[in-house]
């Protein structure tokens, strides 16, 4: 059992979001590290564009602060990266001929703005989600 889920209805304890319209948290927490990954889900019946705050409650999950958060869907993915830029040298090689051809991804709906004092800040497009990967000490 690696990880532990807490779905939006039972998990208020541990996070609330401060600022939204119909947005839902969810969460999976790492079993062994101080580590979770959120979904968080804009769910309203409303075409709004909002701006969001989730505040987590690193104390509650025995955890002392949250020290950095990642938007997993639109953050840097170096190990994607890395499947069209290490490519065999091979002679039969060129730039028309690449083995993997770098996919240029669409408007997910999420900004990430950062985490401060335990607090996830981002924009949400109506109908979206946001995966952020979030570790603490």
Known sequence: NQAQFLPYWRNSEYV???QG???YVS???HAEKKELLAVISHVSKEHLDQEVVVEFKPTELGWNKLTSATELLTG????YESLYTDVPDVP???E???WRIPVKLGDFGVEFKGLE???IKLDLKHHSVAII????E
């Open 16 to 18: 609330n979001v401060v």
């Open 27 to 29: 969460f999976y927490r």
């Open 133 to 136: 990967k979030i570790i603490a």
């Open 92 to 94: 039969y090689y060129s």
């Open 96 to 98: 028309s001929s690449r």
């Open 117 to 119: 004092n335990n607090r």
């Open 21 to 23: 319209k119909d947005i």
């Open 76 to 79: 840097p993915d170096e190990e």
